[in-house]
């Protein structure tokens, strides 16, 4: 089995920054993708950021500027800088990664359980 641990979320004002961190552990031989998701209430989640084991990253547009995403692999961490803050980013964030436990076993995405980022106008 795989955990993720989110830390980080909380309540900041209209154009502040906040830094979210999850930490992977268990039973991991690589950890191929990590990224950031969200759901807001009544809507669907949505990706938000993605980070590959090669360091590529890809946004949601919305997010493009304001947030940076960040992995340290040798720890299988992986971060967001939320920066520039809007009401529109409150939602629950959750981490995923894309985890290969075994040498021979098939990629699967875990998912953690979520932290509360709300931003106040």
């Known amino acids: 089995q795989v955990q993720l641990v989110e830390s980080g979320g909380g309540l900041v004002q209209a154009g502040g920054s906040l830094r979210l961190s999850c930490a992977a552990s268990g039973s991991i031989f690589s950890v191929n993708a990590m990224g950031w998701y969200r759901q807001a209430p009544e809507k669907q989640r949505e990706l938000v950021a993605v980070?590959?084991?090669?360091?590529?990253?890809n946004y949601t547009d919305s997010v493009e500027g304001r947030f940076t995403i960040s992995r340290e692999k040798a720890k299988n961490t992986v971060s967001l800088q939320m920066n520039s803050l809007k009401p529109e980013d409150t939602a629950v964030y959750y981490c995923?990664?894309?985890?290969?436990?075994?040498?021979?076993?098939?990629?699967?995405?875990?998912w953690g359980q979520g932290t509360q980022v709300t931003v106040s106008s």
């Open positions: 980070i590959t084991s090669g360091g590529s990253t």
């Open positions: 995923a990664a894309l985890v290969q436990s075994t040498a021979w076993g098939r990629l699967k995405w875990y």
